[in-house]
């Protein structure tokens, strides 16, 4: 268990966290002309809402640190120097990004990928980022800005699947288990896995080959991780092969259908046994403060399966694929879904 030192090395750093990546939110949408005034008026939460809502994320994931469900994060000290060229390459980039939005372009990078590369829905520049998700540009610049999105909290929501991971792997050898994260980008979610279980047997699979080199790099520390490039509807794996899935921010990105078809072979892939543990956007009615937002999401930045995916009944739908519902919880603007064969 932490000490109280520890614990305030934790609360200092992630209110740093939050002061810097909001403030790039906030200067990076000062400077875009932003679309909004075209949006349909909706009713969003005010900052006090969202506040409190991160702060109850935020003593969520000390209290899973403290109960050793996993541990602290390794930067709790950043490296300031990465900070600071991270920074310089995020406001670099947003005149890009504004007159993307501007024109309402989100699917410019369609003329640059070679024919029948990527499937036609994956390219798409979501959130209107510069090269959608095929170069090393993009992959060394979207984590940092993706905590710019959610304003330091991106991280934190995404330790959330690490807790159930825990009650799933709690007495069992990890040299035994596989694991398998479905849309693995840059492999931040996997480095956090690691971190805590460094010898379990994990495999990141993604489509973009940028993304996977970066990948690469960030769980070069650690032994036992593989990389697959491969589309998720059809998964390159043997039936039954892996003890436990991890999907993070993936579902709100996949057409309706293919969300079918992605959810069938995760339940393919899985043990009897298995679990797959899922972290994904709010949907409409968790929080019903929050719908206006959730229904602003996608207007503002180029997400065009993402209100499907708020209106979509997920146990349903992974029950159709014989995978019930275990558990669902709420952290932040994020869901946490564990679902069991």
């Known amino acids: 268990m932490p000490g109280i030192i520890e614990r305030t090395q934790y609360r200092i750093s992630q209110a740093a966290r939050v002061a810097w990546y909001g403030a790039h939110y906030r200067l990076g949408a000062g400077l875009q002309r932003s679309k909004a005034s075209s949006l349909p008026k909706l009713s969003l939460p005010d900052v006090k809402t969202l506040r409190d809502a991160m702060n109850a994320l935020f003593a969520q994931d000390l209290r899973n640190i403290e109960a050793g469900l996993y541990a602290m994060p390794l930067d709790l000290v950043p490296d300031t120097a990465e900070l600071f060229a991270k920074s310089r390459a995020f406001f670099k980039d947003i005149p890009k990004v504004a007159q993307r939005r501007a024109r309402g372009d989100g699917i410019e990078i369609r003329s640059a990928a070679p024919p029948g590369s990527f499937p036609?829905?994956?390219?798409?520049?979501?959130?209107?980022?510069?090269?959608?998700?095929?170069?090393?540009?993009?992959?060394?610049?979207?984590?940092?800005?993706?905590?710019?999105?959610?304003?330091?909290?991106?991280?934190?929501?995404?330790?959330?699947?690490?807790?159930?991971?825990?009650?799933?792997?709690?007495?069992?050898?990890?040299?035994?288990?596989?694991?398998?994260?479905?849309?693995?980008?840059?492999?931040?979610?996997?480095?956090?896995?690691?971190?805590?279980?460094?010898?379990?047997?994990?495999?990141?699979?993604?489509?973009?080959?940028?993304?996977?080199?970066?990948?690469?790099?960030?769980?070069?520390?650690?032994?036992?991780?593989?990389?697959?490039?491969?589309?998720?509807?059809?998964?390159?794996?043997?039936?039954?092969?892996?003890?436990?899935?991890?999907?993070?921010?993936?579902?709100?990105?996949?057409?309706?259908?293919?969300?079918?078809?992605?959810?069938?072979?995760?339940?393919?892939?899985?043990?009897?046994?298995?679990?797959?543990?899922?972290?994904?956007?709010?949907?409409?009615?968790?929080?019903?403060?929050?719908?206006?937002?959730?229904?602003?999401?996608?207007?503002?930045?180029?997400?065009?399966?993402?209100?499907?995916?708020?209106?979509?009944?997920?146990?349903a739908l992974f029950g159709e694929a014989g995978l019930a519902l275990r558990s669902s919880s709420l952290a932040y603007l994020s869901k946490v879904m564990v679902f069991e064969t």
């Not at 991106?154 to 050898?173: C, I, N, S």
């Not at 999907?247 to 996949?254: A, M």
């Open 120 to 315: 036609p829905y994956y390219l798409q520049n979501f959130h209107y980022q510069t090269d959608g998700y095929l170069s090393e540009t993009s992959a060394a610049l979207y984590d940092f800005q993706v905590e710019a999105l959610f304003a330091g909290a991106a991280d934190a929501m995404r330790r959330q699947a690490l807790a159930p991971l825990a009650a799933v792997l709690k007495g069992r050898d990890q040299r035994a288990l596989s694991l398998l994260d479905i849309a693995c980008g840059t492999g931040r979610f996997l480095s956090f896995v690691k971190d805590n279980y460094p010898r379990l047997n994990v495999t990141g699979l993604d489509l973009s080959p940028a993304y996977l080199d970066e990948a690469r790099r960030n769980l070069r520390p650690w032994r036992g991780a593989d990389f697959i490039r491969a589309n998720a509807e059809s998964l390159p794996l043997d039936d039954a092969s892996q003890d436990v899935v991890t999907s993070i921010f993936l579902f709100h990105e996949l057409p309706p259908k293919v969300r079918r078809t992605v959810i069938g072979e995760l339940a393919r892939v899985l043990k009897p046994g298995g679990v797959a543990v899922i972290v994904d956007s709010l949907q409409f009615g968790d929080i019903p403060q929050f719908d206006g937002l959730l229904e602003a999401f996608p207007a503002r930045f180029h997400e065009p399966f993402y209100l499907s995916y708020a209106r979509e009944d997920l146990p």
